[in-house]
């Protein structure tokens, strides 16, 4: 039976951000996961909860942890992505200065997620929200 | 290259960490970037950065960085100590400026990450 944890992301709460990756990166050394799947799977998750914070209202991050690979599924309330393609692009960025003065939305979040993920699934409606999915096998 | 080496280089303070904890430092990186930062590939780095902020330790506990060195006096908050604590992150400050804190430790060996 897989494990799976649920964590709320809270729109615009910077201090928050990385709570939920700190705990997975955690539970990932618990299962003894090889440390080169550890980064690539906490930077994935870690940049999927950023961009929950500096664009959305809220989210819901689910990690589930499998045998051989993980999933994390991170869905939100927001603005939505008008144009995913576009987002996808290293250096597109619609971040705040706020969220530029932290040391962010330098428009290298989705690309490096992709970097990093095996597979990876955005879906996003305008005004509702996006919901993003990938797996990383170990 | 030795923290305490990297201290005597930058008089710089530790403000958190093991210093009976020893690691080898061969490589840095400056950036204020913390997205830049989540791009690195190699482990045993030192970060030199300006910024000091909690997503700073939260960055580098994602990538991986076991040592942050907060330049031009930057001083790390109680929040920002806990959580690098928690992590077994070594922060350092120093009243150097960026450039001549890399300056200083390029001269004495350390290489560049890219």
Excluded: W
Aim: net charge negative; charged share 25%.
């Amino acid at each position: 039976m897989a494990l799976k944890l649920d964590f709320d992301i809270v729109g615009g709460d910077f201090n928050l951000a990385g709570k939920a990756s700190s705990k997975i990166k955690k539970k990932l050394i618990q299962l003894s996961i090889d440390s080169k799947f550890i980064k690539r799977i906490v930077v994935a998750t870690y940049e999927a909860e950023l961009n929950v914070v500096a664009h959305a209202y809220s989210g819901v991050l689910t990690a589930c942890f499998e045998p051989d690979y993980i999933t994390v599924l991170v869905v939100d309330k927001g603005p939505g992505i008008e144009d995913i393609e576009q987002a996808m692009k290293e250096g597109f960025s619609t971040a705040s200065k706020r969220v530029r003065e932290m040391g962010f939305g330098a428009g290298m979040g989705l690309p490096n997620i992709n970097k990093n993920v095996d597979e990876l699934k955005i879906e996003s409606k305008l005004g509702v929200g996006t919901s993003l999915f990938f797996k990383i096998l170990y | 290259m030795k923290i305490s080496e990297i201290i005597d280089l930058t008089e710089a303070r530790l403000v958190a960490g093991n210093p009976g904890k020893q690691i080898n430092i061969e490589r840095a990186f400056s950036s204020d970037l913390m997205s830049d930062v989540l791009t690195l590939d190699n482990h045993q780095i030192i970060l030199i950065t300006g910024l000091a902020n909690v997503q700073l330790i939260r960055t580098v506990e994602m990538a991986d960085v076991p040592v942050v060195l907060l330049c031009r006096n930057k001083i790390a908050t109680p929040e920002m100590i806990s959580l690098a604590e928690e992590n077994g992150i070594f922060l350092l400050e120093t009243p150097f400026s960026m450039f001549r804190v890399s300056g200083v430790l390029y001269e004495n060996g350390l290489k560049p990450l890219y």
